[in-house]
């Protein structure tokens, strides 16, 4: 893994915790302060330091951008995936960091994981918002 996938990578990856960590507290608990500190940080880092031309897609415009791939396996079932490739960095990146220790093919990870985890980015932004701004008015 070359210097600025692995510095993604653990971007991602404190991202990652830090939005779990946020997921089980309430909007304006004292905890997510901390948490919320962690994540500003990471932002500030996508900022000066990008990676990935694709971190300003939205939801829609990323599903629209990565098909996905029906494949045939070797016991006639046919599965629908996403190839690795074809998903633009910070999201892959994003996508792995999410999905550790789940199954997938050699190719790429199956269809229905990418887009569960597309509609859970939203949730968990949707939920990051919610805390800001009840930090802002506190």
């Known amino acids: 893994m070359d ?5 993604l990578w653990l971007r991602e990856r404190n991202r990652r915790e830090a939005l779990w960590d946020l997921e089980v ?3 304006g608990a004292a905890e997510a302060k901390a948490v919320l500190a962690t994540l500003a940080e990471i932002d500030r ?3 000066e ?3 990935g031309h694709s971190g300003a897609l939205s939801i829609d415009e990323l599903r629209e951008a ?3 791939t029906h494949i045939g396996g070797t016991d006639g079932h046919s599965f629908v995936i996403v ?3 074809h998903i633009p960095q910070p999201w ?3 996508f792995e960091a999410a999905s550790v220790l789940s199954t997938r093919l050699p190719q790429g990870s199956y269809a229905s994981d990418w887009r569960r ?3 859970l980015w939203v949730r968990e932004m949707e939920q990051l918002k919610a805390h800001r701004e009840r930090i802002q008015n506190d």
């Open 3 to 7: 210097t600025d996938l692995k510095a």
């Open 25 to 27: 507290l309430q909007p």
């Open 45 to 47: 880092e996508d900022l």
């Open 49 to 51: 330091n990008p990676i």
């Open 66 to 68: 990565v098909p996905e």
């Open 83 to 85: 190839l690795d490739q």
């Open 92 to 94: 892959h990146a994003r």
């Open 117 to 119: 985890f597309l509609r």
